[in-house]
């Protein structure tokens, strides 16, 4: 089953590649969500996460004869993705870096995922750092070990492990202090 | 895996855009290239536009012109190297006639002179002393003009007449030959094909 996925992927990948729109739309229609969730979970903002990625299918469009694979086709994705809203960050500066004391702490809450839960983490990740927030939104989006992490952020392992660390602990502080060791 | 852990990734779940993402996507491509149109049907198309049929009439109008004006200069090199004897023939001729006025001039000199000294001579000297040296002053204008005679008809000799059939003229002869002999065979065909009838 995966053989076949993987046979079809590729047929897709070199149906584009030779020019052909409707198998460049499929390619669309399957990534759209990584990309976009990629770039809204970064940015917080529905407009601007589309337009994001919008930029990176017709980038990709362009660079369609340099992917090599559909797991290359992801990997660059990501990793172009990633750049994209560092970029964006840094041109709009949107939202000031804070430390991570000075976030405040989350209203407490009872029940496990809750909505209004995911919307506190949510709130505390978009405080992170450039870096350590593409750390954390890469490990759990999409469930990336710290060496691809690494490549896609063209980063040292162990700093994406620090960032990874510190950043947990700091959310974890948090959400501790907001509502209590059951949760956490 | 602690509570954290699936609370994030709860939180960072995906999510997907508008519905009209991937049109917009689309439209926002570029516009492919025709790439199965053949080369031909693309110039057609390109001499479609009205200001490219006069720059193809005006490349072509120049090529004819280009092309006419090397095989006139290829039609006229074998006359030039015709003329060219017949030109040096030319200018030789002049040359030979002038050194015969000058040696004419030189008689009518020598011959004056020699009358000069003829009549001093004559107080002084006998006369014969004059006829000696009038024909040696004679001699040498007169060998000059007859030795000349036969250099002033050089030119004139009959090779540059050989040289001056141009090889138009030998082309001409070659294809006279060739219908010649394609009509000794078209008659033999033909006798052939009656003889069979």
């Not at chain 2, 509570?3 to 689309?26: C, G, Q, T």
Request: one cysteine or more; aromatic letters at 4%.
């Amino acid at each position: 089953m995966t053989r076949e996925i993987n046979d079809r992927a590729e047929e897709t990948l070199a149906r584009s590649v030779s020019g052909d729109q409707m198998a460049f739309a499929a390619i669309v229609r399957e990534h759209q969500g990584m990309v976009f969730s990629l770039a809204y979970h970064f940015l917080r903002d529905r407009s601007l996460a589309e337009e994001l990625a919008q930029e990176v299918f017709l980038l990709l469009h362009q660079n369609l004869s340099a992917i090599k694979s559909p797991a290359h086709l992801t990997f660059w994705l990501r990793k172009v993705t990633s750049h994209r809203c560092i970029d964006q960050t840094r041109r709009l500066k949107a939202k000031p870096q804070v430390s991570l004391d000075d976030v405040p702490e989350p209203v407490a809450v009872n029940a496990p995922s809750d909505p209004m839960l995911s919307q506190a983490l949510r709130r505390v990740i978009d405080t992170l750092p450039e870096k350590a927030r593409l750390v954390v939104i890469l490990r759990y989006m999409e469930d990336l070990e710290p060496t691809e992490i690494a490549e896609i952020l063209d980063m040292p392992i162990n700093t994406v492990k620090s960032h990874l660390r510190r950043s947990l602990a700091t959310l974890r502080e948090k959400l501790t202090r907001c509502i209590g060791e059951l949760y956490v | 895996m602690s509570r954290l852990d699936d609370e994030l990734r709860i939180a960072l779940r995906r999510e997907e855009p508008s519905p009209d993402f991937v049109s917009r996507v689309m439209s926002a491509l570029p516009a492919p290239r025709d790439e199965k149109q053949p080369w031909w049907q693309q110039l057609v198309d390109m001499l479609r536009m009205p200001r490219a049929r006069f720059v193809a009439a005006g490349a072509a109008a120049a090529l004819v012109i280009a092309i006419g004006a090397l095989q006139y200069s290829r039609l006229q090199a074998p006359a030039l190297e015709a003329e060219a004897p017949q030109q040096a023939a030319r200018t030789q001729a002049p040359s030979t006639d002038s050194q015969a006025k000058e040696s004419a001039a030189q008689d009518r000199l020598a011959a004056s002179g020699a009358g000069e000294k003829k009549e001093s001579p004559r107080l002084d000297k006998p006369s014969r002393v004059s006829g000696p040296r009038k024909l040696r002053a004679a001699t040498p204008a007169a060998e000059l003009a007859s030795s000349r005679e036969p250099k002033a008809a050089a030119p004139k000799a009959p090779s540059t007449k050989g040289a001056a059939k141009s090889a138009g003229e030998i082309a001409k002869d070659k294809l006279m030959m060739a219908l010649r002999i394609a009509s000794e065979t078209l008659n033999e065909t033909q006798k052939l094909i009656q003889g069979e009838d």
